[in-house]
């Protein structure tokens, strides 16, 4: 969707190194590939879907980008309380009442209701109160719908400024025909008659001051994936992996992930549920490797295997 890929173009050139990000309502994928694309290099990017169907179609989508420094979570806001001052991004493209989308799916019409504008308003709330604590002061908050309700928009950013812990960022949005600014100025309004994507509202917030979390506790998790200390011949033959990355493995099946990132790992897998993290590489059977097809997009291939188009 056109429209959304305003959120990349908000958080691009925002930082200067690698950071680390969240993605939180990240299904199917759109954002957060654009993410992968326009942060800087061998920034961490955790991405969370907590719908199971939704967090698979996520899975597939971001492995056709061949990123290793990359996480997909299940979880729920309230999950990341644990993981205080831990991110210099965190993007909330929230679930909404959807009315950007009456022209794109008309049966979106039809599952709209005053009542669900006042339930989307209110976990709208809930989802931005529980994720302001792992946002590091410095960091920046990405929020932004595919609707059109006041409620849902810039009430929502009225509540984040009035706390004290944030700042508003101006989105300069003057070479975007038929972009507009919100009803406070700074956010940015896509209206569909004006655009050829769909409804959509974003803005950009800075953290300035801490807001603490009440911890939610986590349950004690079990991650079942172990770095190999040694690489079995069968996969140095088809599988080039330079010194930053490290292989994982959980059974026959094999991860490949940074290096840098491994103590991250560990620790959101304390706090929240993986369903996948880095590249599937493939899985080792009776000595014999097997690769996954994802590998074709990452360049970790060994040179000497040939590939065909």
């Known amino acids: 969707e056109s429209s959304s890929m305003l959120t990349g173009f908000a958080c691009k050139g925002l930082f ?4 680390k990000a969240l993605d939180l309502c990240a299904a199917p994928g759109g954002k957060t590939t654009h993410l992968l694309s ?3 290099k061998d920034s961490l990017l955790i991405s969370n879907e907590l719908i199971p169907k939704r967090n698979q179609t996520l899975v597939e989508n971001s492995q056709k980008w061949g990123y290793s420094h990359h996480i997909i979570t299940k979880g729920n806001a309230e999950n990341f309380k644990n993981l205080e001052t831990y991110f210099d991004l965190v993007v909330v493209d929230a ?7 009456f022209r794109k799916h008309p049966e979106a019409m039809e599952e709209w209701s005053e009542e669900n504008v006042k339930t989307c308003a209110f ?17 920046y908050l990405c929020y932004s719908t595919c609707t059109f309700e006041k409620s849902e928009n810039e009430d929502q950013i009225t509540k984040l400024l009035d706390t004290g812990c944030f700042e ?4 300069d949005a003057n070479d975007l025909p038929g972009v507009q600014d919100g009803f406070i100025k ?14 959509f509202f974003i803005a950009l917030l800075k953290k300035i001051d801490h807001s603490p979390a009440q911890s939610s506790f986590p349950k004690n998790r079990h991650w079942n994936w172990q770095t190999l200390k040694k690489v079995d011949p069968a996969v140095e033959k088809i599988l080039q992996i330079d010194s930053t990355l490290q292989l994982y493995q959980s059974g026959e099946y094999l991860k490949i992930f940074p290096k840098k990132y491994h103590y991250d790992l560990l620790n959101i897998a304390e706090n929240i549920p993986i369903t996948h993290c880095g590249i599937d590489a493939g899985y080792l059977r009776k000595g014999l490797f097997f690769p996954s097809y994802h590998l074709i997009y990452t360049g970790l ?9």
């Open 38 to 40: 326009v942060l800087p």
């Open 123 to 139: 976990r709208q709330t809930k989802i931005l109160q529980d994720i302001i604590s792992s946002i590091k002061i410095g960091g």
């Open 95 to 101: 679930p909404c009442s959807g009315e950007g989308l």
């Open 16 to 19: 200067n190194s690698p950071i």
């Open 301 to 309: 291939i060994h040179p000497r295997i040939p590939i065909w188009n």
């Open 186 to 199: 700074g956010t940015l309004r896509c209206w569909p008659h004006l655009v050829k994507g769909s409804g």
């Open 168 to 171: 508003l960022v101006e989105i």
